[in-house]
């Protein structure tokens, strides 16, 4: 027991170590921030959702105003919220692969890889609800796993709990949730009492704390007949985005179907002299990423043979979230993709540590370390040597931040 | 009945959560006793008799050419709400926006005089963002719902309305802002006087 609290809290502040190092280098509202921070204080204080989308579940912003007001309305508390989500994703990973995977290296293995991993620590510098949103869906889904293998009712109440605060951060969770939902009551079918009680725990439970983050709309006189009109709207209106009501560096970023198989990136170039260079990167890592879908794969194929519930997870629900991404018409950039990544890490550890011999996974791993080690100083805003990135720099699109 | 303590759990936060929203909202809606009307010569002015009547959460009945919802710039609004400025001047092209960020206004119904409909609902038909809702049109601007509709059409709004009315435009409904006012039961009509 003391082994596992200590192994997950090393864990924990590694990836905090790696999130937090640097991370007031820009003092100002950089990028997107600029709303980020004021649609917080719009919500939070008066229930109105300008400046940013406001067809978004407003949970991102009373946790955004939480922590700026915990620790201060600057770089370090505004980004704070995304810091801690991201930092805690890496235990929380090694907890849901070691229960998938039976295997405490996979776990391991896993829990490094999303903390290494360039983009993840990219937003988890950020203010982007993407971090909060996968944190809270990985959560919701190791609950029902452990639903699933014990007789308490407890851990269902606990998914149904984080299921909804996922929802109220983003709509992209709600086909997740609703197989988790269906997978749920397969397990329970012939139990009436506990087929109840899923109903309660992942249907009520969600829907009260989807509902009740949107009191301080309510504060401004409108009644529920008008919340449902407000949340058709959204969804009208969030179905009808095009590329165009983009900025052009975020359509670098966009479609779904790049994610796994190219490298996806752009720079903001922060200027440079004598050789180094500074700039903010926003990308995948190729080499780790490319591996995901043949290990869901492989996955898959095993659990299929072995007929396990529980190996067959990551890749359904991969499938679930990533098929909708893939097939609606609207621009989907490469930040949607967190919620996905621990879950392509989970079937690369297991791959790694049961699909092949230990000297190439070891081998393995060392590459995907060092390949994340080449990424951080870009995502991390420290300067590089223009010669050993050039030939990066040659390929990625860099824009110059306004 | 312990057996079930998921089911009623989820159920209870849910019926609470509900009757919080309703009741939030009820109470956030601010309507004056006493009926009134004022006129006034700019949208400045318009909006320190709303407030001066305390309108809190209000729908407004529109007898304008243009609902003034021009948004403010994003750096404005997000610095205004940090207390870091004050909010953009009023202009006839912005005040209700400025209205909904004080929290007077929480939806408008624009009221299209009856000869000029036909043509402004073949429009709208084209414009993306608008859809067909019942006999008019509605769109939003963050989430802040704007409903199209010919006078002809203007039903009840359940509530006690804002009304506007601009008086170069007054000519040209059939009906007069102050009967639709009457019939309504506004609190406050207030009739902008050559505003620019």
């Given at each position: 027991m003391n082994l596992r609290v200590a192994v997950l809290g090393l864990l924990f502040f590694f990836a905090l170590a790696l999130r937090l190092v640097h991370l007031d280098a820009v003092g100002e509202l950089r990028g997107d921030e600029a709303m980020h921070v004021g649609s917080a204080y719009t919500y939070a204080e008066r229930g109105t959702f300008g400046p940013d989308n406001w067809y978004h579940p407003p949970l991102k912003h009373l946790l955004l105003y939480g922590t700026m007001k915990m620790a201060g309305d600057d770089a370090t508390g505004r980004r704070l919220r995304n810091v801690l989500f991201g930092a805690a994703t890496v235990p929380l990973l090694?907890?849901?692969?070691?229960?998938?995977?039976?295997?405490?290296?996979?776990?391991?293995?896993?829990?490094?890889?999303?903390?290494?991993?360039?983009?993840?620590?990219?937003?988890?510098?950020?203010?982007?609800?993407?971090?909060?949103?996968?944190?809270?869906?990985?959560?919701?889904?190791?609950?029902?796993?452990?639903?699933?293998?014990?007789?308490?009712?407890?851990?269902?109440?606990?998914?149904?709990?984080?299921?909804?605060?996922?929802?109220?951060?983003?709509?992209?969770?709600?086909?997740?949730?609703?197989?988790?939902i269906a997978f749920t009551f397969w397990r329970r079918r012939a139990d009436r009492v506990r087929l109840a009680n899923a109903v309660g725990a992942l249907v009520f439970l969600p829907a009260a704390i989807y509902l009740a983050v949107f009191l301080p709309?309510?504060?401004?006189?409108?009644?529920?007949?008008?919340?449902?009109?407000?949340?058709?709207?959204?969804?009208?209106?969030?179905?009808?985005?095009?590329?165009?009501?983009?900025?052009?560096?975020?359509?670098?970023?966009?479609?779904?179907?790049r994610w796994f198989t190219s490298h996806v990136a752009v720079g903001f170039g922060l200027g440079g002299e004598d050789g180094w260079r500074k700039l903010l990167l926003i990308t995948n890592n190729p080499v780790v990423w490319w591996t995901i879908l043949p290990a869901l794969l492989a996955m898959a194929i095993c659990a299929w043979r072995e007929r396990s519930w529980r190996l067959l997870g990551p890749a359904v629900v991969f499938g679930t979230f990533y098929l909708p991404l893939l097939v609606v018409?609207?621009?989907?950039?490469?930040?949607?993709?967190?919620?996905?990544?621990?879950?392509?890490?989970?079937?690369?550890?297991?791959?790694?540590?049961?699909?092949?011999?230990?000297?190439?996974?070891?081998?393995?791993?060392?590459?995907?370390?060092?390949?994340?080690?080449?990424?951080?100083?870009?995502?991390?805003?420290?300067?590089?040597?223009?010669?050993?990135?050039?030939?990066?720099?040659?390929?990625?699109?860099?824009?110059?931040?306004? | 009945m312990t057996r079930f303590w998921p089911l009623l759990l989820g159920l209870a936060l849910?019926?609470?959560?509900?009757?919080?929203?309703?009741?939030?909202?009820?109470?956030?809606?601010?309507?004056?006793?006493?009926?009134?009307?004022?006129?006034?010569?700019?949208?400045?002015?318009?909006?320190?008799?709303?407030?001066?009547?305390?309108?809190?959460?209000?729908?407004?009945?529109?007898?304008?050419?243009?609902?003034?919802l021009d948004r403010w710039p994003p750096e404005a609004l997000s610095t205004w709400a940090r207390g870091k400025a004050t909010a953009p001047a009023t202009t006839p092209a912005n005040y209700l926006y400025g209205?909904?960020?004080?929290?007077?206004?929480?939806?408008?119904?624009?009221?299209?005089?009856?000869?000029?409909?036909?043509?402004?609902?073949?429009?709208?038909?084209?414009?993306?963002?608008?859809?067909?809702?019942?006999?008019?049109?509605?769109?939003?601007?963050?989430?802040?719902?704007?409903?199209?509709?010919?006078?002809?059409?203007?039903?009840?709004?359940?509530?006690?309305?804002?009304?506007?009315?601009?008086?170069?435009y007054a000519a040209a409904y059939r009906r007069s802002p102050r009967d639709v006012a009457a019939v309504c039961g506004s609190d406050l009509l207030v009739t902008l006087q050559g505003a620019q």
């Open positions: 090694f907890l849901f692969t070691r229960r998938i995977t039976r295997s405490g290296t996979a776990a391991a293995a896993a829990a490094l890889l999303v903390a290494t991993d360039p983009l993840h620590i990219h937003f988890s510098r950020s203010t982007f609800e993407d971090i909060p949103a996968a944190f809270c869906l990985l959560l919701g889904l190791w609950f029902v796993t452990m639903a699933a293998e014990e007789e308490a009712e407890w851990p269902l109440v606990a998914a149904g709990g984080a299921f909804g605060v996922a929802l109220a951060l983003k709509w992209y969770v709600a086909p997740v949730l609703v197989m988790a709309w309510f504060s401004r006189g409108y009644a529920l007949s008008e919340w449902v009109a407000m949340q058709r709207d959204a969804f009208r209106e969030l179905s009808q985005l095009s590329a165009a009501g983009f900025r052009t560096a975020l359509n670098e970023l966009s479609g779904p179907g018409a609207r621009p989907i950039f490469v930040y949607s993709s967190l919620p996905l990544l621990p879950l392509g890490f989970c079937a690369v550890g297991w791959g790694l540590t049961q699909a092949m011999p230990k000297r190439v996974a070891v081998a393995a791993m060392a590459v995907f370390v060092l390949s994340a080690a080449f990424f951080y100083p870009l995502v991390t805003e420290f300067p590089v040597p223009d010669a050993l990135y050039r030939p990066l720099f040659d390929r990625v699109r860099i824009m110059v931040p306004q | 849910l019926v609470v959560v509900a009757a919080a929203a309703v009741s939030t909202g009820a109470a956030a809606r601010h309507v004056s006793p006493v009926r009134r009307e004022v006129a006034v010569a700019s949208h400045d002015e318009l909006l320190r008799e709303w407030r001066q009547a305390g309108a809190k959460g209000r729908v407004v009945l529109l007898f304008e050419r243009r609902p003034g209205a909904i960020q004080e929290g007077i206004v929480r939806g408008i119904i624009h009221v299209i005089p009856a000869p000029a409909w036909p043509a402004v609902k073949e429009r709208l038909a084209r414009v993306p963002g608008f859809t067909r809702s019942g006999p008019g049109f509605r769109t939003t601007t963050e989430g802040v719902p704007l409903t199209v509709v010919g006078e002809e059409d203007l039903v009840r709004t359940g509530e006690p309305p804002l009304v506007v009315a601009d008086s170069r």
